[in-house]
């Protein structure tokens, strides 16, 4: 991927790793769109980094979603750099009462709404001479964390879901990307770490972004940060000892 001159719509951009991908990208000569629920952290991160436009907008809301795709068609019709980052994880336990508490609306942010979006700006995109889509798993999509099981459902099925859409996408100038983050120091999660994380340090959101856009800029299809290359690598084969911390 190149990592100037692109025009970029970063999702859930406002903080964390987004702000850090957008801080970073504005900063080497693109114009960088981020969008995000929260009309506050939005304000702040235009005023931390004024280069940034931003938008508010909830991606699993189909109204605010389609408001901000015509809006990017009719004011930045040469976008050609999707990253779908806007996530939340929420910590279960199904042997409680509350188990499914906001279950509806994790699926549907980690989900249903970026494959919304891409489908939804898929025509605009392929009509650029270069193009990408950049989907934002986690190492969580290839050996699960049982204390946050529907989060980490919803990065395998963005895995999957990237594989085949790269898939699909070859014979356009569209190029997909999977970002697959370790565990990295931000709000995720309300700040409540997973029992099995506790042990291990966290990457900074700023160390992230310089290893992903490095990453990034080589080309490929599946970026592993950190301790996501070794939970690619062995999957489900973590999983006991990822979780007996817990």
Not at 17 to 23: D, E, F, H, P, V
Not at 31 to 59: F, K, M, Q, W, Y
Not at 105 to 124: D, F, G, M
Not at 168 to 193: F, M, Y
Request: proline fraction near 4%; hydrophobic fraction near 45%; include cysteine.
């Amino acid at each position: 991927m190149k990592l100037s001159g692109n025009t970029i719509l970063i999702t859930g951009g406002a903080t964390g790793i987004g702000l850090a991908l957008a801080t970073r990208l504005s900063s080497s000569g693109n114009r960088v769109i981020i969008c995000g629920r929260n009309e506050a952290s939005l304000e702040h991160a235009r005023v931390t980094v004024p280069a940034l436009i931003t938008r508010v907008c909830d991606v699993a809301d189909a109204p605010s979603r389609h408001e901000l795709v015509d809006w990017l068609a009719a004011d930045y019709p040469d976008l050609n750099v999707l990253i779908n980052n806007a996530g939340v994880q929420h910590r279960r336990d199904f042997n409680g009462e509350t188990a499914t508490a906001a279950l509806d609306q994790e699926i549907a942010i980690n989900l249903t709404a970026p494959i919304h979006l891409i489908a939804e700006l898929l025509p605009a995109l392929t009509r650029q001479d270069q193009a990408w889509i950049v989907n934002v798993s986690s190492g969580l999509a290839f050996s699960p964390m049982a204390d946050v099981p529907v989060y980490s459902a919803t990065k395998a099925a963005i895995h999957s879901f990237t594989l085949s859409l790269r898939h699909q996408l070859r014979s356009t100038s569209v190029k997909v990307v999977e970002l697959a983050p370790p565990i990295v120091d931000t709000g995720l999660g309300g700040n409540a770490r997973s029992g099995g994380t506790t042990s291990r340090p966290m990457m900074s959101a700023e160390a992230f972004a310089t290893d992903a856009l490095a990453k990034l800029a080589t080309g490929q299809d599946e970026i592993l940060i950190g301790i996501s290359a070794e939970t690619r690598r062995q999957g489900e084969a973590m999983f006991e000892r990822m979780n007996s911390r817990a």
